[in-house]
């Protein structure tokens, strides 16, 4: 289940790429939360009697952070290329222990140090023109980056005793009516395009998909898996992007941009298991060994 949340997410770069050229991204993802919300409140509707009043503030504030998230994302992914938006957001990672920091006080670790200095170096290779500028796409895409670590402090600061299904619902329904309050100010509705029977599958991809089974995916390959494998496994969503968008979009990837890819994603398993999976395999083979 967590590497079919990973292949899932990392595949809608592509899809929501080719999406762009016909829907404004407010409205897409108006759309892509719109079902999401509606189709997890199904999923989940027995634990509904648990709801109570606080549930609203909660969800308007993690949907506040997922929506800046995905909007700046989704606005950054226009401008650049479906496999440097899907590594350079998993930066993220890495911003987490910097920003929890800043929250809670919990100074970052000498892994976490190690990995900013990676990722920094892997952004570099992936983002730096040969005039040592970058372009506004990949801008985006690192602020989209920080949103993304804000709205997993922001979960912390928030879910505890709280169920993370029904917080969920609550989370996607006000990133979606940010979305539509964000469409109907800046924007004009698709009609022609939402008309257009090609674009179902895309649009029901990433709603379905990408937002509702990868999340259930995610949620229930956690429970079964411990935090570190499980981490390492999610990461692979960037990989994965890259891989599908080499593969269904035609993008091209340079020697020093792969190098920077791989920089990044070890930044990645760094960050979330400071590698703690080499120095139990050391343990076992000198236990073997005596």
């Excluded at 409140?41 to 709801?51: D, E, G, N, S, T």
């Excluded at 930066?91 to 000498?110: E, G």
């Excluded at 989370?171 to 004009?188: C, D, K, N, R, V």
Aim: hydrophobic share 55%; proline share 3%; with cysteine.
């Amino acid at each position: 289940m967590l590497f079919a949340a990973a292949f899932i997410w990392g595949s809608s770069f592509f899809i929501m790429k080719n999406a762009l050229d016909n829907i404004p991204v407010q409205y897409l993802l108006a759309i892509r939360f719109t079902m999401g919300a509606v189709l997890l409140a199904l999923v989940c509707w027995k634990r509904w009697k648990a709801v109570t009043a606080d549930y609203l503030w909660r969800g308007a504030v993690i949907g506040g952070c997922l929506y800046l998230a995905y909007s700046v994302q989704t606005y950054g992914l226009a401008l650049t290329t479906p496999s440097k938006n899907a590594f350079l957001t998993a930066v993220y990672c890495v911003i987490v222990p910097f920003l929890y920091w800043l929250f809670a006080r919990v100074r970052p670790d000498r892994y976490n140090l190690l990995a900013a200095a990676l990722s920094v170096t892997g952004v570099g290779l992936v983002s730096l023109s040969g005039d040592l500028t970058v372009n506004g796409g990949d801008a985006l895409t690192l602020l989209c980056a920080f949103f993304y670590a804000a709205h997993i402090v922001a979960v912390a600061k928030v879910s505890p005793k709280k169920d993370i299904y029904l917080l969920t619902v609550f989370q996607f329904a006000f990133a979606a009516l940010y979305a539509w309050i964000g469409g109907a100010l800046t924007e004009t509705f698709p009609a022609r395009a939402l008309a257009d029977p090609q674009l179902l599958l895309p649009l029901c991809y990433l709603g379905v998909m990408a937002t509702t089974v990868a999340l259930l995916f995610q949620n229930v390959g956690q429970v079964n898996s411990d935090p570190a494998s499980a981490s390492v496994i999610l990461s692979l969503e960037s990989v994965f992007g890259v891989l599908c968008s080499v593969a269904f979009a035609d993008d091209r990837v340079s020697l020093r941009m792969a190098a920077g890819f791989v920089l990044i994603f070890v930044a990645v398993v760094c960050s979330e298991t400071k590698f703690a999976f080499l120095r139990r395999g050391r343990s076992l083979s000198r236990e073997k060994l005596s």
